[in-house]
C-alpha cells in the first residue's frame, strides 16, 4: 500500500473522529434538555442545537472529505485496503453523499424545531390538546419531507418514506417491512386470541401495588448491576435518570439512560431500565479498537431494538430470571411484596390485553402498536393523509387491530415523543428488533442449550458474552440483511419469534 494512500486515509479518519465528537456532544445537550434543563432553558437550547447542528453539517460536507474519498477510492492501490477499511470508507461516502444534498439551512432548521416541538409536545399531551401540538408537527412534517424527496435521489429509493426509513434501518424498504408486518399481524391476532380465551388467566393486582420512588430508584440501581451496566462504581460508563419517555444516550465511555417511576405501577420501571440497558450495553460494547470510526457504531435502530428487547422481554420477562431475582426484589421493597408468589407474579408480568399505550405493551400485542404507526408513517408521507387527520386515524386503528377506545389524545396519537423530534421511520425498528431477538433467541438455544439454566442461577455472562461476540463487537461493519444472514444462517423471518411466542405463552396460559 502506498504512502500518499495510507496518509489519505489516515486524514479521513481523523476527520471522523472529530465528526464524531462534535455529535457525542450534541447527544449530551439533548440528554440535559430532557432531563435537567430549566422550563425557560427552551428557547436558548433550540438555538444551540441548531448551532452545533450547522457546524455538524459543516463538518459533514467539507470539501476535503469528497476530495479525500475521491483520491482513495480513485487510487491504484485502493483494492489493498482490509474489508475494515473499505467499510469505513463506505460508510462515510454514504454520509458525506447525503449531507451534501441537504441544505444547510434545511438541517438547522429541522434541529431548532426539534426543540421547540418537543416542548410543545409535551405541553400539549398534559393539557390533552393536540391543537396546542398540531402546528408544531405539520411544520415538522414539512421539514422531513423536504428532506426525504432529496434523500430518496441520493439513497436510490422508490419513496421518500423509503429514505427516511434507510436512515434508521440501511437498505430495508417499506416493501419488504409491510410483507414481513403482514405475516407478523397474522401470527400476533391468532396468539392474542388464544390468551384471551384461554382458561388460566393471570392476577395482574399486584402490579398496582404502590412502591414508594425511593424503593423503585434502589430497585433500577440493582437491575442494572445484574444486567452489567455499572451506574456506581468509581469506573462508572452509565447513569439513570428520569424523564418522561425513556431514552438511552452516548458513546462508549459515556452512554445513559433514563427512566420513569410510577407509584402504583411499579414494574414499568423494572421493564424501562431493562430495556434501556440493553441498549447502553450494546454501545458499550462495540469494539473498542473501532472507537471514532464509522464502523465503530451500532448496525442499525432494528439491531438496538433487538438488544432492549431480549433484555427487557427475553430475559427479563422470562421464569428464570424471576427465580433469582424475585427474592431480591422482596428484599429490596421491604414487607410490601413479601405475599407474592412467584408463579403468580411471573404471570401478571407476562399478562396479555390489548392496551392504549405502547410503552405498557404487554410482549405480545407490542407489534401491533408499532404496526399501526408504520402504516400511519407510510401514508402520511405519500401524502395519503394530513397531520390534522392522524388523531381520527390512530383512533380508528386502535379499535379496529386492539379492540380499544382512545378516550383523549394524550393516550392516542400524542403518547410518543419519535413524531415531535422528527424521526419518522424509526418505529418500524421496534418490531424489527423483536424478529431479529427472536432469530437470535433460535440460533442461541442451539448454541448454548443450557442458557436458561444460567439465568436461573443469576448468570446472565453467558448470554451476554455471545450477544458482545456476534452483535455488539460487529459494530456497523455489516448492513441489517447481511448481519442477521451471518449470526443466524436465514434471513428476515418472523418464524422464530413467533414459535418463540407461542411456547412461551402457551405453556403461561394452558392451550
Known amino acids: ?15 471522523v473522529k472529530d465528526l464524531t465528537v462534535l455529535q457525542s456532544a450534541a447527544a449530551i445537550v439533548n440528554w440535559d434538555m430532557e432531563t435537567m434543563m430549566p422550563p425557560k432553558g427552551i428557547q436558548l437550547r433550540s438555538l444551540q442545537l441548531a448551532m452545533l447542528s450547522r457546524i455538524g453539517h459543516k463538518m459533514s460536507t467539507d470539501p476535503e472529505i469528497g476530495r479525500l474519498l475521491d483520491t482513495i477510492t480513485r487510487s491504484p492501490d485502493y483494492d489493498r485496503l482490509d474489508t475494515l477499511q473499505k467499510r469505513n470508507v463506505y460508510l462515510v461516502n454514504k454520509h458525506y453523499a447525503e449531507q451534501t444534498k441537504l441544505p444547510e439551512e434545511l438541517v438547522a432548521e429541522t ?13 400539549a399531551k398534559a393539557a390533552k390538546d393536540y391543537s396546542r401540538f398540531r402546528p408544531e408537527l405539520e411544520r415538522m412534517v414539512d421539514l422531513r419531507k423536504k428532506a426525504a424527496e432529496i434523500l430518496m435521489d441520493v439513497k436510490n429509493t422508490r419513496t421518500p418514506y423509503d429514505a427516511l426509513i434507510d436512515i434508521f434501518e440501511p437498505k430495508v424498504t417499506s416493501e419488504v417491512i409491510s410483507k414481513t408486518f403482514m405475516e407478523l399481524r397474522h401470527g400476533l391476532v391468532s396468539l392474542i386470541e388464544k390468551c384471551t380465551v384461554a382458561p388460566k388467566q393471570p392476577d395482574t393486582s399486584a402490579l398496582r401495588l404502590r412502591v414508594p420512588i425511593e424503593t423503585q430508584r434502589k430497585i433500577a440501581d440493582s437491575l442494572a448491576e445484574i444486567v452489567g451496566y455499572d451506574v456506581k462504581s468509581g469506573n462508572a460508563r452509565g447513569r439513570i435518570d428520569e424523564t418522561e419517555h425513556p431514552f438511552t444516550t452516548g458513546y462508549y465511555d459515556d452512554v445513559r439512560i433514563t427512566t420513569h417511576y410510577y407509584l402504583d405501577n411499579f414494574t414499568s420501571s423494572i421493564f424501562s431500565v431493562l430495556h434501556e440497558a440493553g441498549h447502553a450495553i450494546y454501545e458499550q460494547n462495540l469494539n473498542r479498537e473501532w472507537i471514532f470510526q464509522a464502523v465503530g457504531t451500532s448496525c442499525s435502530s432494528g439491531f438496538h431494538e433487538s438488544q432492549s428487547r431480549f433484555y427487557e422481554n427475553i430475559i427479563g420477562r422470562s421464569r428464570e430470571f424471576w427465580e433469582f431475582f424475585f427474592p431480591r426484589l422482596q428484599k429490596l421493597a421491604g414487607n410490601l411484596l413479601l ?30 402498536h408499532i404496526i399501526i404507526r408504520f402504516d400511519m408513517e407510510r401514508d402520511l408521507f405519500a401524502d395519503k393523509i394530513t397531520v390534522a387527520e392522524l388523531p381520527q386515524a390512530w383512533n380508528q386503528s386502535y379499535r379496529k387491530y386492539l379492540n380499544v377506545n382512545i378516550e383523549d389524545d394524550s393516550e392516542g396519537v400524542m403518547q410518543d415523543i419519535h413524531w415531535s423530534s422528527g424521526a419518522f421511520g424509526y418505529f418500524p425498528s421496534y418490531a424489527l428488533g423483536n424478529i431479529y431477538s427472536g432469530q437470535m433467541l433460535a440460533t442461541i438455544a442451539k448454541k448454548l442449550p443450557y442458557w436458561k439454566n444460567s439465568i436461573s442461577a443469576s448468570n446472565l455472562q453467558e448470554v451476554g458474552e455471545w450477544l458482545v461476540r456476534n452483535v455488539h463487537a460487529n459494530g456497523n461493519m455489516n448492513d441489517p440483511e447481511d448481519l442477521i444472514r451471518k449470526i443466524t444462517g436465514e434471513q428476515l423471518t418472523v418464524t422464530p419469534y413467533l414459535d418463540y411466542l407461542n411456547e412461551k405463552y402457551s405453556d403461561l396460559y394452558e392451550f
Open 1 to 15: 500500500m502506498t504512502e500518499s494512500l495510507v496518509q489519505n486515509y489516515k486524514r479521513l479518519m481523523d476527520k
Open 111 to 123: 434541529a431548532k424545531q426539534q426543540a421547540v416541538a418537543i416542548d410543545a409536545w409535551k405541553k
Open 339 to 368: 405475599h407474592l408468589d412467584l408463579d403468580k407474579f411471573v404471570h401478571a408480568v407476562n399478562s396479555v390485553k390489548p392496551s392504549k399505550i405502547r410503552v405498557e405493551a404487554d410482549e405480545v400485542t407490542y407489534c401491533l
